[in-house]
């Protein structure tokens, strides 16, 4: 059988790197967010391809991601690790020279006790209340902890996908609040905030999923394609039903395709009878539950049968197979499962 296909354009991935680092100044350090196996899409290849593009900075959510990356890339670029410095990572971060981001007092007692003279960054929540070291802890430590040189104060937009949220302000001013007169380099934005304007910019920013083609960089180029096999095809007569639960039944005779993914392949159960696969430039409405494994497809209108249908590509990207299920192009592009052929597309330089 020929495997279910995700086709992921590297070359696609390095221009809209480049599209967003010419959104912001010369001066402006462009990174790569790569966390969660580079959004689903394979670590190892996405960063090698971000490299040669000219990324010299990665961002990762754990150390062990960020163990991958090092292995990835070499020595050389560098690698900060979101979740900061946690309990059982000291060897690592020292070893694979990761930079953690850290979040907490206890997370700057125990790299200032363990890792000395070994770089770090500091995280500020200026109001997502998720990550980071808040405004009083970060009064009473930042005399400190600037003396100790952290080589970045970041901090994370909870709204920037909203440029009308009144929150994108009051973080800026908390951010402002928090580090102006440092001296230090600092980071506010990912791909929404970068869209926000230069305000937003300060001396590093951290793209991560318009660097895949997603929302909310609507100039990105699209970067996959998704090709699910046809395991098998049947004619269904009118009143046969398709599918767990019966949830939808044939009014007219329909041929129907069986395909090759499902739910534990990332296509959410939410898609059931809502989404639509492709035949070339032709639409197949998906018709029943998406099981684990299968989905059913009505292909009654083709006039042959096709090899293979797309989920993804040209006609359907990322943040409209997501609107039809309910979620964020986010969700879709992390959940795409092992189970696919990962097939790289890149233009030798
Ligand atoms: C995930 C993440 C990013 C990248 O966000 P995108 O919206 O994918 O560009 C940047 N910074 C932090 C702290 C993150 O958690």
Redesign the pocket.
Known sequence: MTTATLTIDLDAIAANWRRLDRLTGPDVQTAA?V?ADA?GLGITRVARALALAGARRF?V?YAEEGAALRQALGEGPQISV?SGHMSGDTEMIHDLDLTP?LNSLEQITRHLEALPGHAFGV?LDTGMNR?GVEMLEWQAVAPILVEAGPELL???LAC??DPDHPLNEAQLAAFLEMTEGTGLPR?L??????LLGPRYHFDLT???????G?L??EAAQPVVTLSLPVIQTREVAPGEAVGYGCTWEAETPAVIATVAAGYADGLPRTLSNIATLWDGDTPCPLVGRVSMDLITVDITHLTEVPRSLDILGPHQTVDALAEAGGTIG?EILTGLGPRYLRRYQENPA
């Open positions: 967010v966390k959004y961002f959510a979101l981001m995280q990550l970041m901090s994370h920037a996908d980071s934005s990912a791909t929404g905030g970068i951290r793209p991560g999923v318009g660097l895949f997603g909310p960089f986010y």
